[in-house]
C-alpha cells in the first residue's frame, strides 16, 4: 500500500513565525504536490514537483515555497505566516507519466492555525 | 474561472436509495476524469475514474457516466451507504496534474 506521511496532524504557529510542513512518500512517486482545503474552495494546488530540486508553481503559490531534495520528502515552507494561511493543508504524491499519474495518493493532512 | 465545476455543495439521500453527485466541466481537452472522497481529517481517497473514450466505468455500487457532447460527468452511488457519507471530489487531469472541483458533501440519511 501507498503510503503519504504528514509530519503534524495539527500545528498552531504565530503570525510571521516560519512554518516547515514535512511530507514523505514510501512508494517511490515522482511526482509530488501540495495542496490547501478550504470550505467552499475544494483543493487548491500550491506547488507541485517533478523530480528531485525541481518545483513548479500550482494555482496559489504566493506566501509559499517547497524544497525537494530527496525524492521521498517534499516540503512546504511558509516564510512568514499569516492568519490566512490557516487552512487544512494536503501532501500527495503519484508515479510520473501515463493514466496512473492522475491517481494521487493523498496523506491525512496538516490543519495549520495561525494566530 | 472553473474548469471544473461542482454545483451542488450538498446532498441528503435516504439509505438504500440511489446518490447521483453531479459535475461539469469546461475544457474540451481533459481526456481522463477521477472521482475522490474525502472524510473529515482525513485525506481524499481516489474512488472511481472514466477515459473520455467511455462513456460508463461501473465498479461495484458505483458507476460514473460521462456526457462528453455535454462536459458532463456523474457518479452514482446504489444502494447508498451510511459510510458513504463524505465529501466527493471530482477531478480531471491536465498532464501530470488533476484539477478538482470544490467538492459536494453527500448525508445518507437513515
Known amino acids: 500500500d501507498v503510503k503519504v506521511t504528514q509530519s503534524s496532524r495539527y500545528l498552531v504557529k504565530r503570525t510571521g513565525e516560519k512554518v516547515f510542513l514535512e511530507c514523505v512518500q514510501d512508494m517511490d512517486h515522482e511526482n509530488m504536490f501540495w495542496y490547501r482545503q478550504d470550505p467552499g474552495l475544494g483543493l487548491r494546488l500550491i506547488y507541485f514537483?517533478?523530480?528531485?530540486?525541481?518545483?513548479e508553481k500550482g494555482d496559489i503559490p504566493e506566501g509559499y515555497s517547497v524544497s525537494r531534495e530527496k525524492k521521498e520528502r517534499f516540503s512546504l515552507i511558509l516564510e512568514s505566516a499569516s492568519t490566512n494561511q490557516t487552512s487544512m493543508y494536503l501532501c500527495?504524491?503519484?508515479?510520473?507519466?501515463?493514466?496512473?499519474?492522475?491517481?494521487?495518493?493523498f496523506g491525512p493532512g496538516t490543519r495549520l492555525t495561525v494566530t | 474561472d472553473q474548469q471544473v465545476k461542482q454545483n451542488s455543495p450538498s446532498l441528503s439521500v435516504q439509505e438504500g436509495r440511489i446518490s447521483i453527485l453531479n459535475c461539469d466541466y469546461t475544457?474540451?481537452?481533459?481526456?481522463?476524469f477521477l472521482w475522490y472522497k474525502k472524510y473529515p481529517a482525513e485525506g481524499p481517497t481516489f474512488l472511481i475514474s472514466?477515459?473520455?473514450?467511455?462513456d460508463k466505468n461501473e465498479d461495484g455500487r458505483f458507476t460514473v457516466f460521462l456526457n462528453k457532447s455535454a462536459k458532463h460527468l456523474s457518479l452514482h452511488i446504489v444502494p447508498s451507504q451510511p459510510g458513504d457519507s463524505a465529501v466527493y471530489f471530482c477531478?480531471?487531469?491536465?498532464?501530470?496534474?488533476?484539477?478538482f472541483g470544490k467538492g459536494t458533501r453527500l448525508h445518507i440519511l437513515p
Open positions: 475544457n474540451s481537452m481533459f481526456d481522463y
Open positions: 472514466i477515459s473520455s473514450i467511455k
Open positions: 477531478a480531471a487531469n491536465e498532464y501530470d496534474k488533476i484539477i
Open positions: 514537483s517533478y523530480d528531485v530540486k525541481m518545483k
Open positions: 500527495a504524491s503519484s508515479p510520473r507519466g501515463g493514466r496512473a499519474s492522475y491517481e494521487q495518493y
